[in-house]
């Protein structure tokens, strides 16, 4: 069964609003909290197809370049490109099989093109705009190993949504 291309744009517009939302829900997790933005944004990629979602997170750049004041000069900057990148080339066709096996090969390739991008512009970001001399190793300390454990956890639970939401919806 394929769905009208009007299903698609609405779910890509409440996927937007849903990841800006989820920005702004705040975790306290030890001494650095994390929003709930990446699941998100790998929901967001499982559920609907790429040229949508990678609108959707397009759109989600734009609110929260409004809502927020995501600007190009922060480091994580870079993150906000990596999740319009992670949805051209991780996100697929959702009425294709999507066992849990595929929903986690997908999370888990979204979340490398997002930690991709967003190190990247971070350690440049800190380095050549900010003149804050960053390593690569700190970079990736303060950019990603410390938030692993978290995102392990909101892929879980972004697979697991996006496995119940699939039959839900006739996705």
């Known amino acids: 069964m394929t769905k009208s291309t009007t299903y698609y744009w609405v779910l890509a517009a409440l996927m937007s ?21 990446t699941m998100a944004v790998v929901l967001t990629g499982l559920l609907i197809p790429r040229k ?15 809502f927020k004041g995501a600007f190009i000069y922060s480091p994580s900057f ?27 090969v997908r999370a888990i390739g979204m979340n490398l093109i997002i930690f991709l991008c967003g190190l990247t512009y971070m350690y440049l970001a ?6 804050s001399p960053i390593s690569w190793m700190d970079t990736l300390m303060s950019g ?14 972004a697979i697991s ?3 119940i939401l699939k039959k839900r919806l006739t996705l």
């Open 126 to 131: 800190l380095n050549y705009l900010l003149d």
């Open 144 to 157: 990603m190993i410390i938030f692993l454990p978290t995102d392990i956890i909101k892929n879980v639970v």
């Open 78 to 104: 870079g993150f906000i490109i990596g999740f319009i990148v992670a949805m051209v080339f991780a996100s697929q066709n959702p009425e294709a099989e999507n066992g849990w096996k595929i929903l986690t």
């Open 161 to 163: 949504l996006a496995l």
């Open 17 to 37: 609003v849903i990841t800006l939302i989820a920005s702004y829900v705040v975790v306290p997790f030890g001494a650095i909290p994390f929003t709930l933005q």
């Open 52 to 66: 949508y979602a990678a609108v959707a997170m397009f759109l989600n750049a734009i609110l929260l370049f409004i």
